[in-house]
Antibody, heavy 118, light 111 residues
Framework: EVQLEESGGGLIQPGGSLRLSCAAS????????MSWVRQAPGKGLEWVSVIYSGGRTFYGDSVKGRFTISRDNFRNTLYLQMNNLRVEDTAVYYC????????????WGQGTLVTVSS | QSALTQPASVSGSPGQSITISCTGT?????????VSWYQQHPGKAPKLLIYDVSKRPSGVSTRFSGSKSGNTASLTISGLQADDEADYYC???????????FGTGTKVTVL
C-alpha cells in the first residue's frame, strides 16, 4: 500500500528556515516523480516543486531560489528545504507522487502545516 | 503562470448532473492532453478523480467523467450524491516554467 507521511511543519518567523520531510512506503521514491504542492488557509492548490526520477528539479516562480527539493534514496524520503520564509509561504504542504512521465498526482500525503508569522 | 479559471461554485440537487469548467490557454489546457481533476473534502488531502483529460483511476466512480474542447476542460458529475459535496480542482501540464498549474477551485454544493 502506497503511503506518504509528511513531517517538519510548524511555526517559524519570517526570514527563517524549515525542512519538511516526506517518508514514503509501498513504492520507491527515486523511481517516480515526487512533488510538493501547497495550500494556503482557505485558498486553492499551488504546485511548488518536483524532482524527477533522473534527479532533475523544477520550482514554481514564487519559491525559486529559496526552496530546494531533494531525496534520500536509502531512507526513501523526500525533502523540501525552505529558506528565507515569507508570511505568504504559510500553507499546508502536501507530498505528492506521480508515476514517471505522468502529469497527474496519484497519491497525496495528509499534509503538514507551515505557519510563517512574527 | 496564472491559475486556470474555474467557477467559484456549482450546485445541484441529488440525482442531477453538474459540469465544472476549467479554462486555460494554448500553453496549458489547450496544448496538452494532460488535464487532471481532484476532489477535496474539508480538512482532507485531495484525491485524484480524472487524469489525461478523461481517464479514471481504478476505484473512482463512473459518475465522474472528463472532457476537453480547445482551451477548456470539463468535469461532469452525474447522479449527484451528498458525498459529492466538496471542492474540485483541475490541473494541467504547462509549457511555462512552473510545469504544472492548478485551477482556482470550485465548491460543489448538493442542495
Amino acid at each position: 500500500e502506497v503511503q506518504l507521511e509528511e513531517s517538519g511543519g510548524g511555526l517559524i518567523q519570517p526570514g527563517g528556515s524549515l525542512r519538511l520531510s516526506c517518508a514514503a512506503s509501498g513504492f520507491t521514491v527515486s523511481s517516480n516523480y515526487m512533488s510538493w504542492v501547497r495550500q494556503a488557509p482557505g485558498k486553492g492548490l499551488e504546485w511548488v516543486s518536483v524532482i524527477y526520477s533522473g534527479g532533475r528539479t523544477f520550482y514554481g516562480d514564487s519559491v525559486k531560489g529559496r526552496f530546494t527539493i531533494s531525496r534520500d534514496n536509502f531512507r526513501n524520503t523526500l525533502y523540501l528545504q525552505m529558506n528565507n520564509l515569507r508570511v505568504e509561504d504559510t500553507a499546508v504542504y502536501y507530498c505528492v507522487r506521480s508515476i514517471v512521465a505522468a502529469f497527474y498526482f496519484d497519491y497525496w500525503g495528509q499534509g503538514t502545516l507551515v505557519t510563517v508569522s512574527s | 503562470q496564472s491559475a486556470l479559471t474555474q467557477p467559484a461554485s456549482v450546485s445541484g440537487s441529488p440525482g442531477q448532473s453538474i459540469t465544472i469548467s476549467c479554462t486555460g490557454t494554448s500553453s496549458d489546457v489547450g496544448g496538452y492532453n494532460y488535464v487532471s481533476w481532484y476532489q477535496q473534502h474539508p480538512g482532507k488531502a485531495p484525491k485524484l478523480l480524472i487524469y489525461d483529460v478523461s481517464k479514471r483511476p481504478s476505484g473512482v466512480s463512473t459518475r465522474f467523467s472528463g472532457s476537453k474542447s480547445g482551451n477548456t476542460a470539463s468535469l461532469t458529475i452525474s447522479g449527484l450524491q451528498a458525498d459529492d459535496e466538496a471542492d474540485y480542482y483541475c490541473s494541467s501540464h504547462t509549457s511555462s516554467g512552473t510545469l504544472d498549474v492548478f485551477g482556482t477551485g470550485t465548491k460543489v454544493t448538493v442542495l
